[in-house]
């Protein structure tokens, strides 16, 4: 889940649709696509790709006489000793548009810089996730630009591909972190459609009546489909994800405005409709760094019916997150014939505003004791207790608890004598109690 730094060059010779077309992924700033979000690394933490100014830019080639590659700026993959062998960079789908093998697509190269022996792989993708070939070889230089060229004239034919995958350093073996440069990966093909290039800051809230910049990742494929209006969703349109066990993490992803945090405790709600009880992950991304986010999870427990989850983020203090990340049954092996789910108006707001309503059962709580010197305890009948947020008279938030079980402890040592107020909300409704400190 991971994010990328990294500018991409995409220079055309014909101007048609169908027509040969060299692609030269350049890396250098100003170029079409420049956007940090069009490439991915991936696999057991793998760090973000960079684009850094190249620091072997007076590398010599064997004969110590001639500059190899002069580019102002190049790639950067750090390859982590601890990361799997197959941990590489690719090009979001659609990014580069799609193209089409044919007579005459007889390579693709690219310059690479290592400080050690061991595999490249290229693999180019269809927009279904289909491998049309991954081809690896071995770069025979170290701490020297190379040119590296592998023949894919055997793959001739292939058409809508509009992925390109990288692993500069495919290796079983590490003994240290491996840092790779590489630079102008180029080939040529035929282009069979415009990129399709990701938006940034769409706003909340997604409700899939107009298109959206939704996209399905690691094998997630995101459609926009007709909905049947039923009891609990009168949407003519909604958000479908096939393929949510296709990998590990499977999901769809949207690049929004940033989320305000302040204020009000704040969350959000999502509707969700499947034919299978699964646990669902929203997660907030810094689209410039993955390493800065904030999940929760909700479980969809009504399969055949649409479900609201409330996601809480009370609290959230990570700051500048600006993307929307959306699992479905993480990590699970795959159900055939269950792998389809819908899902619809994504909302961010306070979360007394997110469609909840209040729980009005008697005694559904038990809050003792009440009046407290020290602590109140709150036992639920039969709803976990996702999380409680306590208010003071002024309706300023003074404690929050997640505590995700049927019973909750809220501290009060070190609140003011005085009349506060709990909201308490769990995944079909929320109360608010008094509470009396003395």
Known sequence: ?????????????????????????????????????????????????????????????????????????????????????????????????????????????????????????????????????????????????????????????????????????????????????????????????????????????????????????????????????????????VGQIENINSQNYSHAQIITETFDFSGQPKGFSMKVKGNRAIPIKLKLENSFDSGIFSEQDQNYNTPGSWQNLIFDFTGETSGNLDKVVIFFDIESAPVPGEDIFLFDDIIFDDLASLSINDVQIKDEFKIFPNPSEGLWNIQAQSQVIKSVVVYDILGNMVYVSKPNNLAAIIESRNLSNGVYFAKIITLVGQKTVKLIKN
């Open 1 to 237: 889940m991971k994010k990328f730094k990294t500018i991409m060059a995409l220079m055309s010779f014909a101007t048609m649709y169908c027509q040969q077309q060299t692609y030269n992924i350049t890396f250098e700033s100003g170029t079409i696509g420049s956007s940090e979000s069009y490439w991915r690394t991936f696999e057991s933490d793998t760090p973000p790709l960079e684009i850094v100014a190249n620091p072997y830019s007076d590398a010599m080639n064997p004969d110590m006489t001639t500059n190899i590659n002069t580019s102002s700026t190049v790639a950067k993959f750090t390859a982590l000793q601890r990361n799997v062998n197959y941990a590489g960079t690719e090009t979001l789908h659609a990014v580069l548009g799609s193209w089409q093998l044919e007579s005459g697509n007889n390579s693709i190269s690219l310059w690479i810089y290592k400080p050690l022996i061991s595999e490249v792989r290229i693999k180019f993708v269809t927009s279904t996730n289909a491998t049309i070939f991954e081809i690896p070889q071995n770069n025979t230089k170290i701490n020297t630009w190379e040119l590296m060229t592998w023949d894919i004239s055997s793959y001739v034919g292939a058409t809508d591909i509009d992925q390109l995958i990288i692993y500069p350093d495919f290796n079983g073996s590490r003994t240290q972190d491996n840092i790779c440069y590489f630079d102008n990966v180029t080939w040529s093909a035929n282009k069979l459609s415009e990129p399709t290039l990701p938006q940034d800051g769409f706003s909340l809230p997604i409700n899939f009546e107009s298109d959206t910049p939704f996209s399905g990742q690691d094998g997630g494929v995101f459609n926009r489909v007709s909905n049947t209006p039923e009891s609990g969703n009168m949407s003519a349109f």
